[in-house]
C-alpha cells in the first residue's frame, strides 16, 4: 500500500535531549514538509523539501532540523533549543513542491516533554 | 497577505442532515488553490476536496461538495447526509502557484448528533 509512515506514534522526550522523528513515503513524492500543531490550532510549518538535499526553513524553523537524503524519507530532529516542543507533529508529501498540489498525511507522532 | 479564515470554532448537526463549514480567503495572487482537510481523532489530516481558482464549476467529491464564490473568496465545504463518523476537525487550506507554502485556517469542529 502507497502513503506516508511516521514513527514514533508517541515520543517521551526529557529536557536538553535531541529526539529525531522519523517520516519514509512509498508514493514517489518529490517534496515532503513537517508541520507541528498544537492543541486547539491549526498547522504551522517547520521545514520543507522539494528535491533530494534540500530543504527551506518554514514559519517556525528555530529549534528543529531536518536532511533529506533519500527521496523517500525526511527526518526531523527536534533539538534542545526548542523551548516548547511538546506538541503533534504531522509529517507530509506532494507530487512536486507547488502548494497547489494535494498534500498527503502521515498519521502524525506526538511528542511530549517531561 | 495571504490568509485563511474560518469563523466556526465548532458546529453540531443532526445525523442525516447537511452541514456547510465556512471558510474565507484572502489573496491577490490570481492563481490558487483551495483543500479541505479532514482531521479525526486519531490525529491524521485526510484530504477531502479541492477547487482551483480557474475552475468553472464547484468541486465534488461523493457526499462532499465546494461551495466556491470567488466575488466573496469564499470556499465553503457542504457535507450532505451527515454520518456519525463525520465527527471531526475540518481545516480549510490555500495554496498557490509557486513555491509559496500552504496556508491553513484554524479548524471547525464539527460534532454529529444522533
Known amino acids: 500500500d502507497g502513503g506516508i509512515t511516521q514513527s514514533p506514534k508517541y515520543l517521551f522526550r526529557k529536557e536538553g535531549q535531541n529526539v529525531t522523528l522519523s517520516c519514509e513515503q512509498n508514493l514517489n513524492h518529490d517534496a515532503m514538509y513537517w508541520y507541528r500543531q498544537d492543541p486547539g490550532q491549526g498547522l504551522r510549518l517547520i521545514y520543507y523539501?522539494?528535491?533530494?538535499?534540500?530543504?527551506q526553513k518554514g514559519d517556525i524553523a528555530e529549534g528543529y532540523s531536518v536532511s533529506r537524503e533519500k527521496k523517500e524519507s525526511f527526518p526531523l530532529t527536534v533539538t534542545s533549543a526548542q523551548k516548547n516542543p511538546t506538541a503533534f507533529y504531522l509529517c507530509?508529501?506532494?507530487?512536486?513542491?507547488?502548494?497547489?498540489?494535494?498534500?498527503?498525511f502521515g498519521p502524525g507522532t506526538r511528542l511530549t516533554v517531561l | 497577505a495571504q490568509k485563511i479564515t474560518q469563523t466556526q470554532p465548532g458546529m453540531f448537526v443532526q445525523e442525516k442532515e447537511a452541514v456547510t463549514l465556512d471558510c474565507t480567503y484572502d489573496t491577490s495572487d490570481p492563481s490558487y488553490g483551495l483543500f479541505w482537510y479532514k482531521q479525526p481523532s486519531s490525529g491524521e489530516m485526510i484530504f477531502l476536496i479541492y477547487q482551483g481558482s480557474y475552475d468553472q464549476q464547484n468541486a465534488t467529491e461523493g457526499r462532499y461538495s465546494l461551495n466556491f464564490q470567488k466575488a466573496r473568496k469564499s470556499a465553503n465545504l457542504v457535507i450532505s447526509a451527515s454520518q456519525l463518523g463525520d465527527s471531526a476537525m475540518y481545516f480549510c487550506a490555500m495554496g498557490f502557484s509557486g513555491n509559496t507554502p500552504l496556508v491553513f485556517g484554524k479548524g471547525t469542529r464539527l460534532s454529529v448528533i444522533a
Open positions: 523539501s522539494q528535491i533530494v538535499n534540500d530543504f
Open positions: 507530509a508529501s506532494s507530487t512536486s513542491g507547488y502548494s497547489t498540489d494535494t498534500q498527503y
